[in-house]
């Protein structure tokens, strides 16, 4: 690279992939830095070597870039608390939230809490977890039913339903 290259003559590659032909590498040098580039040997086994005008550091990060491959997204499992008496429109802004949790790949653990005399209605917070499951049918499978997970909360566990193939 740059200084590096020590064979004259060498063949030339300008930076938008045009053919410049043979000449010395001092010449091919002051071409690179008028252009605010580097003169990178791409192929020092040929007769002469070819050389090309580029931004090398530019080419060393998009080489890294692909060969991290994209992003894998990790599972999280969200909570979210309902009491036993939650009003209607509460439910759903809980539903819509954890809709968005599973279009996100992510679980989700739905917890009732009781309190005081709600320690004694548990029917109705199976009843409130049961039509939850049921307004999130569409997007999510039941991994874990509800039940009663310590003294005073019942739970159930929703995973996202598997991604199905798009036919066009």
Known sequence: MNENIRISPI????????ML????????????EEAGMDLVEVSPNAKPPVCRIMDYSKAQYEKRKKSAGPK?????????????????????????KARSFLERRDKVKVNVMFRGRENAHHDLGRELL???????????????????????????????????????
């Open 130 to 168: 049961e039509g939850f499951i049921e307004k999130l049918s569409d997007v999510a499978t039941v991994e874990q039913y509800p039940r009663m997970e310590s003294g005073k909360v019942m739970s159930a566990t929703l995973s996202p339903l598997a991604k199905q193939a798009t036919s066009s």
């Open 72 to 96: 894998q997204h990790r599972t999280q499992l969200k909570q979210i608390r309902l009491r036993a008496k939650i009003g209607d429109h509460d439910i759903q802004v809980k539903v819509q």
């Open 21 to 32: 032909g043979e000449m010395e590498t001092a010449k091919a040098l002051e071409l690179a």
């Open 11 to 18: 063949r030339l590659v300008d930076a938008e992939g045009e």
